[in-house]
């Protein structure tokens, strides 16, 4: 049980509250949506051509799958510790920062995340948009001629694909959290495994079963081989920063502590690790097959040159996108940007008005076709995912041992829990800041290279020393006692709250209806 403070927090402040960031009302988010949650991420082209690439490189296939393994079961880890908080709160991220950041200073480490998931999900529609304009081609090429144009660097078939995929997007995402459940339930995910694995049986049939799991393609001596290993587990892990830091966003929704960590489970160490595998074979299977190591999928579907699987190759692609955009892209700063100003943006809106359109006006396919652009600006921001992730667990596990007050999470009065000093907790700004710097240095000036790929290690370690520190009067004031495991009562309700007027009047805010499990 979470300890009562003395001040007891009034109603919700409508500057800090609407209906989408309150605790969450419906838990219907069972393990097999978790496990298809992981499905719609892990099933992207550049997490296949990653697992590809380290056995290109030279990598033999058996050091592959255990350094990915060995990435993947650090991840599940973490997703499994920031889940816990997530499911006992039923608050989205942006919310549950507000514990250690303050409950206004919650919108920095929110605007952080917000920023490089809307730079992402321009792209990855862009990305997709170059499937759809592959589709029409080979189904229309008279279409053809409206491919050589340029406005503002995009073809006119380049400009309609885009805003095709753009509006497939709009038209899923509008319509809130438990559609995308059930959309990614039995299609993002599913589907892509079908045409990987297809792929994977017919290039190892053509090949005759001749595939080699064992040796590496280059000749990489031993000490080479255990260097790019070690850094697959590091950017393994780099990758999924971005989901463990608001992954709260879904667990919130866990109507158990089983459903999450059985969902991470199947999802991340065993099907991560199981598409690897795959994604290994078919390019294996390319060698064979084609004389030529080809580790980008949508280009193997070409390779077979099949008008009938380019078509569901490609269309199978286009939904990966669409899954990996909404579960990495889409949610986390929909909650951010209604966390910015929730009495005007909640989280349909703030997702369309904020996310989607951003991410049309940052022109993603400028920003993807610059190296310079994409190490340095998105580069940066990565950096600071470590330092963010160690602040709010170290917060929730070693500061308050699990013990937050929902309802004080709401409130900004000046003596609540959470306001600190203006609603900003500096503690929070002298852990991140210098760890931050620290990251962003080692991610991004070249004398740091052989170290570039673990930068978010020192960055994570440094933040956590540094916030574990300057929290320890808090720490000891939480007391020692293990980690609660309940689900946290609160007086918060997922429904909308008039203005403050609406208590007085109705004499009480009712307490929310009872969760399931745990």
């Known amino acids: 049980m979470s300890t009562s403070p003395q001040h007891r927090p009034g109603p919700p402040d409508p500057r800090l509250y609407n209906e989408d960031l309150a605790p969450a009302a419906k838990r219907t988010w069972g393990t097999y949506s978790i496990f298809a949650l ?20 030279g990598l033999p296939a058996w050091e592959v799958f255990t350094a990915l393994l060995a990435g993947i079961t650090i991840v599940y880890w973490l997703m499994n510790r920031m889940g816990h908080a997530g499911h ?48 029409t081609l080979q189904i229309a090429p008279g279409l053809d001629a409206y491919n050589h144009n340029s406005v503002l660097g995009l ?22 959290m438990e559609f ?50 070690l850094i697959a587990v590091s950017l393994t892990v780099a990758t999924f920063l971005t989901l463990v830091l608001n992954y709260a966003d879904f667990a919130r929704f866990t109507p158990d502590h089983r459903s999450y960590r059985r969902g991470n ?70 909650y951010d940007f209604a966390n910015l100003m ?33 190490q340095y600006f998105l580069g940066a921001l990565g950096a600071f995912l470590g330092p963010l992730v160690a602040i709010l667990l170290v917060d929730y596990y070693l500061v308050r041992r699990g013990r937050i007050d929902v ?15 203006r609603g900003y907790n500096p503690k929070a700004v002298i852990a991140f800041l210098p760890a931050a710097a620290v990251s962003a240095s080692l991610a991004l000036i070249p004398a740091f290279d052989a170290v570039a790929p673990f930068s978010w290690i020192f960055g994570m370690a440094l933040s956590a020393l540094l916030y574990a520190a300057v929290s320890r009067r808090d720490r000891v004031a939480a007391g020692a006692g293990p980690i ?35």
């Open 38 to 57: 992981w499905m719609s991420d892990t099933h992207a082209i550049s997490n296949y051509a990653f697992a590809a690439s380290l056995f290109v490189l």
């Open 88 to 135: 006992r709160t039923g608050v989205p991220y942006p919310v549950l920062a507000r514990a250690s950041w303050g409950v206004y200073g919650a919108n920095i480490p929110a605007l952080l995340r917000a920023v490089m998931a809307v730079a992402w999900y321009g792209i990855q529609t862009w990305l997709a948009s170059t499937a759809v304009v592959l589709l």
């Open 155 to 176: 073809s006119t078939l380049g400009w309609i694909a885009f805003m095709v995929m753009w509006g497939l997007q709009a038209a899923l995402l509008t319509r809130g």
């Open 180 to 229: 995308i459940r059930k959309v990614q339930d039995f299609a993002t995910g599913p589907v892509v495994w079908l045409v990987v694995l297809a792929l994977a049986v017919y290039l190892v049939v053509k090949a005759h079963g001749d595939i080699s799991l064992t040796r590496s393609l280059t000749g990489l001596s031993g000490t080479a081989q255990v260097q790019q290993s």
């Open 265 to 334: 489970l199947i999802g991340l160490p065993v099907n991560f690790t199981a598409f690897a595998v795959v994604a290994v074979l078919v390019t294996a299977g390319t060698i064979a097959v084609f004389g030529e190591a080809i580790y980008d999928p949508v280009k193997v579907i070409q390779k077979i040159d099949n008008p009938v699987v380019t078509v569901i190759g490609a269309l199978a692609f286009i939904v990966a996108t669409i899954g990996i955009n909404v579960v990495a892209n889409f949610v986390s700063p929909a």
């Open 342 to 374: 929730p009495k005007h943006l909640d989280f349909k809106r703030g997702g369309m008005t904020s996310t989607a359109v951003l991410a049309v006006l940052v022109m993603p396919w400028k920003l993807y076709s610059s190296a310079l652009v994409i």
């Open 407 to 421: 309802d004080a999470l709401f409130s900004a009065d000046a003596a609540g829990a959470y306001f600190y000093r």
């Open 484 to 518: 609660p495991q309940d689900i946290i009562s609160s007086q918060v309700r997922g429904e909308m709250v008039e203005e403050v007027e609406e208590p007085e009047r109705s004499g009480a805010i009712a307490g929310p209806a009872a969760a399931q499990g745990s």
